[in-house]
């Protein structure tokens, strides 16, 4: 009668938190979409796999809900952290139709993860370390207005802005249109961040521009960052200073 | 000479990643904030310890970084992720002021940690499912005018807000503060939460309107969530809506 929802990290098991691994460990039954679950299987013999392909996220779920309540232990996994645009909230949402004695007989808990936001950071130096915005382009559940808005806001705030899910094939542009959004407000120097695949095979990341970063292709194995304007390149590194005072260092103009 | 920045995630030695237990036990120095070192220590016996207590920050990274180039092996530690308000930018920032040949030489690597935003939302179910501002109380590096027009800016967005440092002795009113500027734009019913001591002994948390957050006291301990329009309370939990069409589904008035 457990349902745990699970983050697994950005995709490599070495981030998988402990707790994580031993939720999966006790579970008997996992779920997932395809892509995730072969990622993990082979680490994790002898459970029962149900997985389905993306846009069937409710089908999912809902499977997931009913083989706990049948009895089951079942772990739903995401990559990343699972309350991130993961499953979390759906699972959640799915339970409220389900009267509170039943819900009460799961044991249910979301189990976090790293975030891509946060493992793509760590590739790229230390873009996060003032305040920041978590903005998906994907339009599929959000109006277009509203994403647009957010962007307007978040770079009138001198955010730092980490894009998920910056383009798709239907989307080709959406990070064009984005970074023109931010252009509006924010210098073209300033210093941004790509990262792909993080922490997986073949990861790589860059460090450009925002006048270049709204003409580079992105695609939906990328997540992207916009420095705000403090953030400098460190080396080979994206770095937003916190505002320490550095004693014996040149203080720059502001 | 490796030079290794870990996030420790929320404290409990169970939401470290692997990847960061194997880089702990790989470095025979490690050195942390007096509190973080004090959690970890009797988990990873036979160590060079370097602890320095709160505000010594720069000192502490300058020693962590000397003793990475006289040839050790060197571990700075945070709780949380090393990349959200931790000690991965002093440490690349430190590291400007030393030249590339030197820096060349050693082995620099930012490891994430789950950040408190992720951990908390996690006890309290799934808030950060859509588009999130996270956003530091503390004026100690940051003037509160920028503070105070980024909070206007995310509530105007509808963003989902992650309030990290929400108060401390010398700043009692600023979560109060805070959400009067919110209100301005968010109405007093939207659904908010609170978690103290996350994934440590006496772990608290709390899901209360914005109108009553607003005359609840916090400390450093805590972090702070304020849901967007969508955001609900379903069982016990807080749940902002990703969007997905559940079929069945009474669909309310947007």
Redesign the interface.
Known sequence: MKLYVI?L?PG????????A??ALQACGTIVGYTVYVDLIRPHFPHKEWISTPMRQ??DRCRAAIEAALSGKDVAVVCSG??????M??????????YP?EQ?CRLET???????AA??G???L????????????LSDL??PWE??A??LA??A????VICLYNPASKKRADYLQKACDIVLQYQPGETVCGLVRHIGREGESARILSLSALRDTPADMFTTVYIGNRQTRK??Q?M???????????KEEAH
């Open positions: 983050g990290g490599n098991p070495d981030t998988l938190t402990s707790q691994k031993k996220e409710v952290d699972a309350g991130v645009y993961g979390a909230g759906l699972i959640l949402e799915l339970l409220e139709s509170a819900v808990q979301v189990i976090p993860g790293i975030t946060c493992g950071a760590a590739v130096g230390a873009p996060l370390m003032h305040d920041f915005a978590v903005i998906s559940l959000t509203q994403i808005q957010r806001l978040a009138q705030g001198d955010f460190i080396h590194w770095v937003t200073p916190r505002g320490y005072q550095i004693p014996g260092r």
